[in-house]
């Protein structure tokens, strides 16, 4: 079955502990990205990748990291979170950037 | 700002009901998706509008894709209670830009 698999769906943590989240597609896609999703805001692109060793900042990068060192792997790390990083966190693949994307679950973050 | 403007924000109907939903920007697109997200899931993608005045037909949905390819409506004929969720819209340049999305909730 081709799916996004995201890792943890929940996550509370403590201002400034460093947290990494998993996200893993078996779709072979290329193109993959992260989102955050905020109310009345949408998502927002924070990070995409176009291939092994080739990622570049969205529309939202600041607090935030990535890396693609597989093709299938593309895991989002927040090195010191903050309150305002306090969200809805979705990976996504496709294709290419403009094709159909295909999503995790979801990982609702809290920073306390 | 919104790259992409959806209206209304929030829609509630009584099942059987018609409703549509607007996608606008300023910006020209190649192409346009429309997505739902349900509750603890991710968006699925419902259909892709590639052409200026493309109407796309899926069962009771009907989406539209403006002449000069900058706006989208999404247009649910007798609406059931298993379309309620959140739709989104995404203009797809060289990424995809999303909307804030429409909460569909229709009563049974």
């Known amino acids: 079955e081709a799916q996004v698999t995201q890792n943890p769906r929940y996550l509370i943590t403590v201002t400034g502990k460093k947290l990494t989240v998993t996200c893993s597609q078996n779709m072979n896609h290329e193109y993959m990205s992260w989102y955050r999703q905020d109310p009345g805001l949408g998502l927002r692109q924070i990070y995409y990748?176009?291939?092994?060793?080739?990622?570049d900042k969205g529309d939202v990068p600041e607090g935030y990291k990535v890396s693609r060192k597989e093709k299938r792997n593309f895991p989002l790390i927040l090195e010191s979170p903050s309150p305002n990083q306090t969200s809805l966190y979705f990976c996504?693949?496709?294709?290419?950037?403009?094709?159909?994307?295909?999503f995790g679950q979801g990982t609702r973050l809290t920073v306390v | 700002t919104q790259l992409l403007e959806q209206s209304p924000q929030f829609l509630s109907i009584q099942e059987g009901e018609n409703l549509t939903v607007y996608c606008n920007s300023s910006s020209v697109f190649s192409s346009l998706q429309w997505y739902r997200q349900e509750p603890g899931e991710g968006p699925v993608l419902l259909v892709t509008v590639v052409t200026g005045g493309e109407v796309k037909k899926l069962k009771r949905l009907t989406f539209q894709f403006g002449d000069a390819r900058k706006d989208s409506s999404l247009h649910i004929t007798a609406a059931q209670p298993g379309d309620t969720g959140l739709y989104l819209c995404a203009g797809a340049d060289y990424k995809l830009s999303f909307g804030a999305g429409t909460t569909v909730t229709v009563r049974a």
């Open positions: 990748s176009m291939n092994v060793e080739v990622t």
């Open positions: 996504a693949s496709s294709y290419s950037g403009d094709t159909e994307a295909f």
